[in-house]
């Protein structure tokens, strides 16, 4: 289902002969805000997985750490996609804030607490509610199934299908099976929460003056102010308490969904762990943070704790680019 997406992570795995240093390998810096890309590869560690770090703001990439896995064709975006399907249903009527949603059995759930513990009945019954064509077309509103950058070279698009999974659509709000998804694509999307609406064009600068001269494209204004309010006090619980407690930074308040997929490759299974967040003025900075994690022990709660690194090492020290010498972090030989 995914062969293009494990093909770069072989590549990759090939080249750098499997050693550590194998997630920069190739990586292209120039332009990159150096202190947070040290604190992304020193939160990703040896982890087979790529951290891309943007501005909030403007769109800018601060730093894409294993460029051949963050710019591939992306993987099954997990219980990441229950933000785009939350987002919908808000959107659409379907829940209210705070709404108790009966289940058999006498339980409910609420949006806050479905995205705090990512609970799969809730999204599946959202999904179902949606149907394929609302839920389609607002993930494509979204950004699913396009580019997310401006000209970044090798960026390939994911894919968001022309039809319903096999299993229903509940299971594509869920578990985001029959879709996949790239951390650019991601990234956008959670900018775009942060900033109440606004779906930058990702850009990527070849340079230090090049990112001095930097400014925001805008591809569209999403219609979500309304809801973002919602979905974030969601996304707080479960760094606050669930899914993402990994990721808790005292004295911030770091927003977040994990995604955990397992999935079978050459008879063997393997696993997906994806945590996508946002911290609003961490040392002045509004910064959007996607881990994707690939491997056989991996899973959502072990990403959010490589955010919850970067996040810490970036609160604990001042980081200007202005200030910052160069460094040379490609390992290209």
Known sequence: MHFRLLRWIALGILLAGGAAAAPTAGDYVDGEDIAVREAA???????????????????????????????????IPCSTIKLVAGLAALSEGLIAPEEKVYFPGNWFMTMTEGLAISNNVLFDHLGEKLGFERFARYARLFGLGEK??????????????????????????????????????????????????????????SSRSAAE??????????????WTAELEQGMAEAVKRGTGRNAKLVGEQIRGKTGTCSFYQHRR?????????FARDLRGRNLA?????????????????????????????????????????????
């Not at 001269?213 to 979500?224: A, C, D, F, G, V």
Request: net charge negative; with cysteine.
């Open 148 to 205: 997310a950058g401006w000209e970044i070279p090798g960026e390939q698009l994911g894919e968001f299908p022309e039809q319903e999974h096999s299993y229903g659509v509940g299971r594509m709000t869920s578990f985001g099976d029959g879709i996949s998804m790239t951390p650019l694509q991601l990234a956008a999307f959670t900018a775009a929460i942060a900033n109440g609406g606004k779906l930058y064009y990702l850009q990527h600068p």
């Open 289 to 333: 943070t996607v881990v994707m994690l690939h491997g056989g022990f991996v899973h959502g709660p072990l990403a959010a704790d490589v955010a919850g690194k970067l996040y810490r090492r970036l609160a604990s020290v001042e980081y200007s680019e202005a200030s910052a010498a160069p460094l040379n972090l490609c390992s290209c030989d």
């Open 213 to 226: 001269k930097l400014e925001p494209r805008l591809k569209r204004s999403l219609p979500i102010a309304s």
């Open 41 to 75: 590869i020193e939160a990703l560690g040896e982890l087979n997985g790529s951290v891309v770090v943007v501005d909030s703001d403007t769109g800018r990439v601060l730093t894409m750490v294993n460029q051949k896995l963050a710019l591939a064709d992306g993987a």
């Open 269 to 277: 299974k393997t696993r997906m762990g994806w945590f996508t967040s």
